[in-house]
């Protein structure tokens, strides 16, 4: 675990999508770090074509020596969200972080698009992170170190052929966290867009053909730019779209070479430049 100093022992986390992948990773290294860890997402049961679950997630959790819950939740549903909001403060008595990770993926045009799968990309995404913000604001606003993070690109929008809607999905998730930076501004509530420069080694990448492994860095880094991130006082850093390398340079990292997924490679730009073709490093 990097940043070994990094301690939020204490601290509850409520992380949206952990079955596996950038969430899973996470759960178990704010776990590694002292925080308690609610899982949270829609698989309970295991499928043979999708590994892994949030109950997996949460007894990995406490078979480290962790403290973690599941509950089970659609982000797309009010009422889920509330109640898995309503348990975490049952269990832990209050929330300081929300990680929005929960996502859905569909790299297509316009035409391939229906406005059914809009609505899901836009639920998912967009208004999912919005509605678990909203459902744990009120505790958020009772702890003395809150901060949510979105998992989505810096703005400003560019257009975006091939992908429209996936990208006005992710760009209104960086909307909404630097436009609510602003009205919590007197309230001591961080809230942050992240985005990954290189690709991240996950089922996505893998289901939608994003490059070879050797273009990936493993979840590990996102992990380490969330404890940078959830590390830093809330008052000062707020209403940012940080991607991971910027934030992690920003803690003295210069050598990013110990997260490529092939020892030796040297992953490109390839998260950056999906939102922003201009990208350079």
Not at 22 to 37: T, Y
Request: glycine residues 8%; contains cysteine; hydrophobic residues 40%.
């Amino acid at each position: 675990m990097a940043f070994d100093d990094v301690d939020f022992e204490g601290r509850t986390a409520f992380i949206t999508g952990t079955s596996r992948g950038i969430g899973k990773a996470i759960a178990l290294d704010l776990a590694d770090r002292g925080a308690n860890v609610v899982s949270t997402g829609k698989t309970v049961d295991g499928r043979e074509d999708l590994p892994g679950t949030i109950v997996e997630t949460t007894e990995e959790i406490r078979e480290r020596g962790g403290s973690s819950i599941w509950c089970q939740l659609d982000v797309r549903d009010d009422a889920s969200v509330q109640t898995a909001i309503d348990e975490t403060v049952d269990a832990f008595g209050g929330i300081d972080f929300v990680v929005n990770n929960a996502g859905a993926i569909h790299m297509a045009g316009f035409e391939d698009t229906p406005p059914k799968r809009f609505d899901l990309l836009m639920d998912v995404n967009a208004r999912g992170a919005y509605a678990t913000t909203h459902a744990a604001l009120p505790h958020l606003r009772e702890s003395d170190h809150a901060h949510v993070v979105t998992f989505s690109p810096p703005m400003p929008a560019r257009p975006a052929p091939g992908k429209v809607a996936y990208a006005l999905s992710k760009y209104g998730m960086t909307f909404i966290a630097q436009s609510l930076a602003g009205e919590l501004d007197a309230d001591d509530v961080g809230v942050n867009a992240l985005w990954p420069v290189a690709a991240i080694e996950s089922e996505a990448t893998r289901h939608f053909g994003m490059g070879t492994p050797e273009d990936w860095r493993t979840p590990q880094i996102m992990c380490d730019a969330v404890a940078e991130l959830f590390s830093r006082d809330p008052t000062d850093c707020t209403g940012n779209a940080f991607y991971d390398e910027e934030l992690l340079s920003e803690a003295g990292v210069d050598d990013f070479s110990s997260y490529a997924v092939v020892e030796g490679s040297e992953p490109g730009p390839m998260s950056a430049q999906l939102f922003d073709p201009d990208y350079e490093r």
